[in-house]
């Protein structure tokens, strides 16, 4: 989810960095990638830890240009749509949003 979108000045002049953990079905990119193009930006690359290819496949459609880096791609995702065998709950860990 897109928690803020200030800049300190002309996002749309930058070369951006998008950076996330995890991309599982590519949903919250998704909505990162759109308030960056409704700001004007042009460039963007995308680092990450872990991807599922289902999640890539759906990026790439919908965002063609954009440069990914990612260190692991798992196969598919779970009933839940985690990826598998990824690395658990983590952001919901992290958060402390599940016990």
Not at 76 to 79: A, F, G, K, Q, R
């Given at each position: 989810?897109?928690?803020?979108?200030?800049?300190?000045?002309?996002?749309?002049?930058?070369?951006v960095?998008?950076?996330?953990?995890?991309?599982?079905?590519?949903?919250?990119?998704?909505?990162?990638?759109?308030?960056?193009?409704?700001?004007?930006?042009?460039?963007?690359?995308?680092?990450?830890?872990?991807?599922?290819?289902?999640?890539?496949?759906?990026?790439?459609?919908?965002?063609?240009?954009?440069?990914?880096?990612?260190?692991?791609v798992?196969l598919?995702?779970?009933?839940r749509?985690?990826?598998?065998?990824?690395?658990?709950?983590?952001?919901?860990?992290?958060?402390?949003?599940?016990?």
């Open positions: 989810a897109v928690v803020s979108t200030q800049s300190t000045g002309d996002i749309a002049k930058c070369k960095v998008v950076v996330d953990p995890m991309l599982a079905t590519g949903g919250s990119l998704d909505c990162a990638l759109e308030v960056l193009r409704e700001a004007g930006v042009e460039e963007v690359v995308f680092v990450n830890l872990f991807s599922c290819e289902e999640g890539l496949e759906m990026i790439q459609r919908r965002w063609p240009r954009l440069h990914t880096v990612t260190l692991h798992d598919m995702l779970d009933e749509r985690y990826i598998v065998p990824g690395v658990g709950d983590f952001g919901d860990r992290y958060y402390g949003t599940v016990e």
